[in-house]
């Protein structure tokens, strides 16, 4: 009897491993949505990277900021929403000090496409047409901005899709 059980549990073991299949299985290496990157460069010298400090990003409209906490750095990656062609943020620079800090207002356009990954991980979109408004104010803190990629697509967030001149 004991061998009948052992043969048993075998063959559901081996049914359960087959039945497997390696698109059944979403890793943290296949590509998701990208997310915006931004490099913060110089303002005098545009070809350094400059540390934005402090730095922080909310939706226009909402009082929770993206980033938990203010961040030091040259780069910076925010969500676009997919559900919609248009994503508005308010850019502050400095948060937290009240006699320092400055906000600025960009709107993003463009166009999604999803791509189908696998069963298991489902769609991932990309944005075409990627472009930016921004109106210089004698307030913000943003001099100047620029699309790098002259096709304007972004398609993942290992590359910056906007400069952004302080």
Known sequence: MKVIQRI???????????SCQYNDICTAEVPTTPKLRIEFHDQQRPGLLKAAESFNVRALGDTA?????????????IPLRT???ETAYEL?????????????????TYNTDEIFISRA????????????TYTPTSKGWIKNIQIPDTTKRITDDTKAALFIYF
């Open 8 to 18: 048993f549990c075998t063959l559901l073991v081996l049914y359960a491993l087959q």
């Open 65 to 77: 900021y993206y980033f938990s906490a203010p961040i030091n750095d040259t780069t910076a990656a």
């Open 83 to 85: 559900d919609k062609k």
């Open 92 to 108: 502050i620079f400095h948060q937290g000090d009240s006699l320092e800090t400055k906000r600025d207002t960009l709107i993003f």
């Open 121 to 132: 991980c489902g769609f991932k979109s990309i944005f075409t047409d990627f472009d930016v």
